[in-house]
């Protein structure tokens, strides 16, 4: 009985969370120009998509500054989840309470403060400036990710490298990348997401020249809902759906190759 | 020439604790030496400084006469089997056994050459494929030998290598670890606190305490000439007594006099008596030093474990291979049964003493 009243729980919450995407899902195949009623199926708002040129340039600008921030994101957050676990006590906490702060910041302060940082610098509001902030942003949720993997980390198999002759590097590339590499994969995604899903700071540090998706929609959607808009989420949605999958798939593998760890 | 020399080694913590007080080893190549004690010992912290893992706060480590004590682990043409076997998890048995010579970037078919050669004697032959998490402990053991054996070391180190294994398998791989280093001539520094273990393998102990040395020698010689109640009580059962020395090779413990094979100890001393229990035994009441009442007796399959209580009422420990004859018995021993330990008296100045008296014999 507990178990089903569970389960009809977490149905509910799911529908009312996926309704709004559904709904507008169901729209964008609407040949009508308003999300009361549905006229007939039709793919016109696609076509329509298509045919926006600028609006594509958008989306792959904004995937393009996705997958550049999380990589480096990646690879500095690393280093620092590293620089932290080496570090003890009073200093490991401090930095720790210091990245914690930039998780829970609201993304408001911390556009605000990138745009009074970036005019304080004299740096222009571009495609430069939104990539810095968000690189910035990614790397605390990438230092959160791999610390636990490091946590875990035998440190007697550093020793043990060292025994057999292998120098610092090649035991950071050959022992500790490949065990904390799941860490870094989850750090990776999340960095990507984060990214692609950014509207606050973007709006605060993009230009005129530059501008992402979540940026360009908000701006259409003051003007009246564009049943385009509809179409390109829906698109996004699956694309979205494609990397979770990837994202599982992968982890899995890595799961699979190094064998049930327990 | 020693392969491995240490020279009043002290390794100091930043918080003051202090696991090794000024300690002095000397080991010759190819023999099989044991770091015995119990934990907190600092046997391991021996064994790490040795590696490389650490450094001492004092004194030097040698390596065939060269100072060893500031070269990086890994630059030490010697390699470790650790406790818990760290083995890469990531890598296959082949590519474990293989990481050594990879670094050393030896040719690839001479690498494939080594492992299986090494796989072979470690008898894992066609195991190289399997991944280290599916092998059972023994075999993870055999494989974190076989990784550290592929480079040569001069000298192998052993992280309480056996202490994961159950009663039967620690037994099998005594057995072929002995052989392993009698077939290759390395010298083996093995890490443990199971005296067993120790007395079974071992050319050389030492036997370590509080971080450090109580003495050191062959098994015989420490099982059978402990120089303190530490060594006493740690290897082997033990009855133990305090008493005082009457004159040159007689002792009074237990409120009788009795016959013994040590001197060079001032009259009137106070001192401990050790009474191994296997060199004592029951016959008639009349015929006994001492008459005792059997308290308990155990059938252990090779021998009798007998408690038995004296007069004085003190309990006695016995180890015979027959029964006892009777509910009073009387307790046997010869005079060289008889283990005096001087209080407080280091394994330096035993020696010393031992040499005295056996020259004032002569």
Redesign the interface.
């Known amino acids: 009985m507990r178990k089903l009243g569970k389960a009809l729980y977490l149905v509910f919450a799911f529908i009312l969370l996926y309704l709004p995407i559904v709904y507008l899902a169901y729209f964008s195949f609407s040949s009508g120009q308003d999300m009361v009623h549905f006229q007939h199926f039709s793919w016109v708002h696609y076509q329509a998509l298509w045919a926006d040129k600028n609006l594509i340039a958008i989306f792959l600008q904004t995937i393009l500054l996705a997958i550049l921030s999380s990589l480096i994101a990646t690879a500095i957050g690393t280093c620092g989840a590293w620089g932290i676990f080496r570090l003890r006590g009073v200093q490991r906490k401090t930095l720790l309470v210091f990245n914690n702060v930039l998780m829970v910041a609201p993304d408001v302060i911390i556009g605000a403060s990138f745009l009074i940082c970036f005019t304080a610098l004299g740096i222009g509001l571009s495609f430069w400036s939104v990539l810095l902030s968000h690189i910035a942003f990614s790397i605390p949720i990438v230092v959160l990710m791999v610390l636990p993997r490091l946590h875990d980390l035998?440190l007697?198999?550093i020793?043990?490298?060292?025994?057999?002759?292998?120098?610092k590097g090649?035991i950071f590339n050959q022992?500790i990348l490949?065990?904390i590499m799941p860490g870094i994969l989850s750090g990776l995604f999340m960095a990507l997401t984060y990214s692609l899903d950014d509207f606050a700071v973007t709006f605060f540090v993009t230009g005129n020249g530059f501008t992402t998706l979540s940026v360009e929609i908000y701006s259409r959607a003051r003007q009246g809902i564009n049943l385009e808009i509809n179409a390109l989420s829906t698109v996004m949605l699956l694309v979205v759906l494609l990397l979770a999958g990837g994202y599982l798939f992968l982890t899995r593998q890595h799961d699979i190759?190094?064998?049930?760890?327990s | 020439m020693n392969i491995i020399e240490l020279r009043h080694v002290t390794r100091r913590y930043p918080d003051g604790f202090t696991a090794l007080h000024d300690i002095n080893l000397s080991l010759e190549p190819g023999k099989f030496y044991s770091l015995l004690g119990p934990s907190g010992s600092g046997k391991t912290t021996i064994l790490r400084l040795i590696a490389g893992f650490d450094q001492p706060t004092a004194g030097e480590i040698l390596f065939k006469g060269r100072d060893i004590t500031n070269l990086p682990a890994s630059r030490r043409p010697l390699n470790t089997v650790f406790q818990n076997y760290a083995l890469f998890p990531h890598l296959n048995v082949f590519d474990n056994i293989a990481f050594g010579l990879k670094v050393k970037k030896v040719a690839p078919d001479e690498i494939k050459k080594k492992v299986e050669r090494m796989l072979s004697l470690v008898r894992l032959e066609g195991f190289g494929k399997r991944s280290v998490q599916e092998l059972s402990g023994g075999q993870q053991q055999r494989v974190a030998i076989a990784r550290a054996l592929v480079n040569h070391p001069k000298v192998l180190l052993l992280d309480e290598s056996l202490s994961a294994l159950d009663k039967k398998l620690r037994k099998t791989m005594q057995f072929e670890l002995r052989s392993i280093q009698k077939q290759l001539g390395i010298t083996f520094i093995f890490v443990t606190h199971d005296q067993e273990e120790a007395l079974a393998m071992s050319d050389e102990i030492f036997v370590l305490n509080d971080g450090r040395l109580q003495q050191s020698g062959s098994p015989s010689a420490i099982y059978d000439e402990p120089v303190n109640e530490f060594v006493a009580r740690f290897i082997g059962d033990s009855n133990l007594m305090s008493g005082h020395m009457i004159r040159d090779f007689e002792v009074e413990f237990g409120n009788h006099r009795f016959e013994c094979a040590d001197a060079g100890i001032k009259p009137g001393e106070q001192v401990q008596v050790l009474l191994r229990p296997e060199d004592l035994s029951l016959v008639e009441p009349a015929q006994g030093k001492i008459v005792v009442d059997i308290l308990s007796q155990l059938f252990l399959g090779d021998h009798y474990e007998i408690w038995a209580k004296d007069d004085g009422g003190f309990n006695w420990l016995i180890h015979t291979v027959e029964k006892a004859p009777a509910e009073r018995c009387g307790l046997h021993f010869a005079p060289d049964a008889i283990h005096v330990m001087r209080l407080g008296e280091s394994e330096s100045e035993f020696d010393q003493r031992l040499s005295q008296y056996e020259e004032h014999e002569k």
Not at chain 1, 159 to 167: F, R, S, W, Y
């Open positions: 035998d007697t198999l020793d043990a490298a060292q025994d057999l002759g292998a120098g090649l022992i490949p065990e190759s190094l064998g049930a760890r």
